[in-house]
């Protein structure tokens, strides 16, 4: 199975900060991966797909990159409303892994 | 528009069976794989399954396999989770949900809560 190393498990940051999110797969994935953001007691909305191309709808201050299997979501100026868990997923192999989660607090 | 509902989450003992159901409507169930994720209280999000387009072919996560079932009736727009031998550790929100890939798409129910306890 791919393992999907998430970090960091969370952080506090102030709004308009610029944060970064790291998923490490533990094999080559392509850009078999996507960003999801998980607000308390709702379903996870995808930001990213492919690795780094935006989901229709999304701010453009969320941007997703790739460098080898080192995926990075990269949000550039916090607003209120990102305070939330995010989570990577690959989608390379069966079965599909999510990272851990980054819970994202207020500072 | 697109909207998947769960049904069939509640209680139930160890040991026992449930049937969790996904109506899908706002596209054709029949056009697309289809998967089911879950979440204990205050954890992460696991992927458990998914069926291809037809129901021929399934894929289940090693803590599930053998004890879930997932299949589609594409006539009714319905995918369902059929658990049995169901753990303590099985508790946790159920979401069906059409995950994108690739795709530009992605689509998740609000999710259905599944408390396996005596």
């Known amino acids: 199975d791919i393992q999907m190393t998430q970090s960091p498990s969370s952080l506090s940051a102030s709004v308009g900060d610029r944060v970064t999110i790291t998923c490490r797969a533990s094999q080559g994935i392509r850009n078999d991966l996507g960003w999801y953001q998980q607000k308390p007691g709702k379903a996870p909305k995808r930001l990213i797909y492919?690795?780094?191309s935006l989901q229709s709808g999304v701010p453009s201050r969320f941007s997703g990159s790739i460098s080898g299997t080192e995926f990075t979501l990269t949000i550039s100026s916090l607003q209120p409303e990102d305070f939330a868990t995010y989570y990577c997923l690959q989608h390379n192999s069966y079965p599909w892994t999510f990272g851990q989660g980054t819970k994202v607090e207020i500072k | 528009e697109v909207q998947l509902v769960e049904s069939g989450g509640g209680l139930v003992q160890p040991g026992g069976s449930l049937r969790l159901s996904c109506a899908a409507s706002g596209f054709t169930l029949s056009s697309y794989w289809m998967h089911w994720v879950r979440q204990a209280p205050g954890k992460g999000l696991v992927w458990v399954s998914r069926?291809?387009?037809?129901?021929?072919?399934?894929t289940y996560a090693d803590s599930v396999k053998g004890r879930f079932t997932i299949f589609r009736d594409n006539a009714k727009n319905t995918m369902y989770l059929q658990m049995n031998s169901l753990r303590a550790e099985d508790t946790a929100v159920y979401y069906c949900?059409?995950?994108?890939?690739?795709?530009?798409?992605?689509?998740w129910g609000q999710g259905t809560l599944v408390t396996v306890s005596s």
């Open positions: 069926v291809d387009s037809d129901g021929s072919d399934t």
């Open positions: 949900a059409r995950l994108g890939g690739h795709d530009p798409s992605d689509y």
């Open positions: 492919a690795a780094s």
